[in-house]
């Protein structure tokens, strides 16, 4: 599986972004998800969708601000972020589980399969 992510940028607290993560090769997995890393602090999890059935997941900090979906014809899956804050600066990483159980989907361990990161800059 290969995972190519994008969409990331620079932009004002307040805003929105639409990260989007495209996945070829053998592109069935249990499991997407999203994770961010910020300078210095370890890889966290911000969400995660089971590609069959669509069910969602979330970090406290992502919850009502943040959605994750999928494009099963493209392969894609998306995170729209919106209000932004500066505290959302990070590099987000998209990731596949081919094997993933909802117990461990928050753990990046879980995910067999990363994207290339995309930089989000969120200005105050």
């Known amino acids: 599986v290969q995972l190519q992510a994008s969409g990331g940028g620079l932009v004002q607290a307040g805003d929105s972004l639409r990260l989007s993560c495209a996945a070829s090769?053998?592109?069935?997995?249990?499991?997407m998800g999203w994770f961010r890393q910020a300078p210095g602090e370890e890889r966290e999890f911000v969400a995660a969708?089971?590609?069959?059935?669509?069910?969602?997941y979330y970090a406290d900090s992502a919850k009502g601000r943040f959605t994750i979906s999928r494009n099963n014809a493209k392969n894609t899956v998306y995170l729209q972020m919106n209000s932004l804050k500066p505290e959302d600066t990070a590099v987000y990483y998209c990731?596949?589980?081919?094997?993933?159980?909802?117990?461990?989907?928050?753990?990046?361990?879980?995910?067999?399969?990363w994207g290339q990161g995309t930089q989000v800059t969120v200005s105050s």
């Open positions: 990731a596949a589980a081919p094997r993933g159980i909802v117990s461990t989907i928050r753990l990046p361990m879980t995910y067999d399969y």
């Open positions: 090769g053998r592109t069935f997995s249990r499991y």
């Open positions: 969708i089971k590609w069959s059935g669509g069910h969602t």
